[in-house]
């Protein structure tokens, strides 16, 4: 359960912001989007590979 503490006579738009930040770093919706549709473990290799070797990539680029 996610705790936003409020401060007295703080606005309610910034502790909705704090919120949805908390929110975003816990990953629940990215986990709920991935969980929607099958992705083959060997896919999911694939992708975590072409990911790898494109930053790898831009890393090489940078120097």
């Known amino acids: 359960?996610?705790?936003v503490p409020i401060k007295e006579g703080e606005n309610i738009e910034r502790a909705l912001k704090k919120f949805k930040r908390k929110f975003e770093k816990?990953?629940?919706m990215r986990e709920l989007r991935s969980?929607?549709?099958?992705v083959?473990?060997?896919i999911e290799r694939r992708e975590e590979v072409k990911k790898a070797i494109y930053i790898q990539k831009l890393q090489q680029k940078e120097e």
């Not at 969980?35 to 099958?38: G, S």
């Open 26 to 28: 816990t990953g629940s």
């Open 35 to 38: 969980r929607q549709a099958f």
């Open 40 to 42: 083959k473990p060997s």
């Open 1 to 3: 359960m996610i705790i």
